[in-house]
């Protein structure tokens, strides 16, 4: 993957969480980029923040302490866990980017919580507004609405692609994928999404006697899990996390005010561990087990996420009574301890052959 792309074309605004709404970015006028921890080894933030906090928004601090972040002219954070209201104010100490905002969330997903998330919403855009001196009208917010939902679709088609068997592509090669519509340019990933929606018939991945795996669990940016769990001899046919079937589920509707119809995608999509609503995220993954025919579901959680590890006993607790093969990771983003986790996977893998 050509990572130049990332340091070419329009301003950039990053963003962490799939509860902000890329439309605002794009209808200001800037390219919305996913943020990633880019330093290899943390070497700074450990000085700043607790040894025991989320290696996520560690490793995110120790790139953004080591310049990684530079070339981005805004930040849009959101209160969506306490790790992440840290790196808040963390970030507006110590990295001075031109401009930082701290988007509220709420917790409740009715319509009294639509309504708060739009005024919400509207405090992001007159914030992008006035510091950047632009005007984020209907008009470019309706443009930026429609493309973002043909692109989520594109995505969408070919993660439900996989629902086949055999499935059509590598599951690293759909997690790349997504990797590269978070980061660079909308249009620049156009042509490989047409590429592979074509289905290119003369297309192999692998035969179909492969055991089929439903990834889940929070932030799972790099490719490691994926890479173990085929190398194994394993398929991943699924990713429900918030870089995968999360993100890309239930476009905008059109027709709508263009601010109470982001509130309202954004809010009710299928949410994470951060919200409320755990039995309804069970339902979902145990529809989505049966609806890829998944052999089994590895969830991966973040070391120090306690939303996350709350919700493992409860998802293992559902799965052993339904008879569906379940095994739970730790990592430190980083996968230090890669080979236990190897032989974790494969141990599992086993099991379920």
């Known amino acids: 993957m050509d990572d130049s792309r990332i340091n070419t074309g329009p301003r950039k605004i990053g963003w962490f969480c799939s509860y902000v709404p890329e439309e605002l970015i794009i209808a200001a006028g800037f390219q919305p980029v996913r943020l990633q921890a880019e330093a290899n080894e943390m070497e700074l933030a450990d000085s700043y923040i607790s040894s025991n906090f989320c290696h996520y928004i560690k490793h995110i601090l120790d790139s953004g302490l080591q310049g990684s972040y530079e070339d981005i002219q805004g930040v849009i954070l959101i209160n969506s866990c306490d790790g992440m209201r ?33 005024k919400c919403l509207f405090s992001l855009k007159s914030g992008l507004e006035e510091h950047f001196n632009t005007e984020i009208s209907d008009k470019k917010l309706n443009s930026a609405i429609s493309l973002m939902n043909d692109q989520r679709q594109k995505i969408l088609e070919l993660l439900n692609k996989q629902k086949e068997n055999p499935p059509p592509y590598s599951g690293k090669e759909i997690q790349m994928l997504c990797r590269e519509e978070s980061i660079y340019p909308k249009e620049s990933t156009d042509s490989r999404l047409r ?159």
């Open 86 to 118: 840290r790196l808040n104010d963390l970030w507006r100490y110590y990295l001075k980017t031109p401009f930082v905002f701290f988007l509220e969330l709420p917790r409740k997903k009715d319509s009294a919580g639509v309504e708060y998330f739009s």
């Open 195 to 353: 590429e592979l929606i074509s289905g290119m018939p003369d297309r192999k991945y692998r035969p179909n006697n492969h055991p089929r795996i439903l990834v889940t669990g929070n932030t799972g940016q790099k490719p490691i899990l994926v890479q173990l769990i085929e190398q194994s001899g394993a398929d991943v046919v699924a990713f429900d996390s918030c870089e995968g079937l999360q993100h890309y589920s239930n476009p905008v509707k059109q027709g709508l005010e263009p601010m109470l119809a982001l509130a309202e995608r954004y809010l009710l999509k299928p949410s994470c561990a951060r919200m409320p609503g755990y039995v309804d995220r069970i339902d979902r993954l145990q529809q989505l087990v049966a609806d890829f025919a998944a052999n089994g579901v590895i969830y991966s959680a973040l070391k120090f996420c306690d939303n996350a590890l709350f919700e493992i006993p409860q998802i293992e607790r559902r799965f052993k009574e339904t008879g569906i093969p379940f095994l739970s990771l730790e990592n430190d983003y980083s996968w230090v301890d890669m080979e236990r986790v190897r032989i974790r996977i494969e141990a599992f893998i086993e099991m379920i052959t």
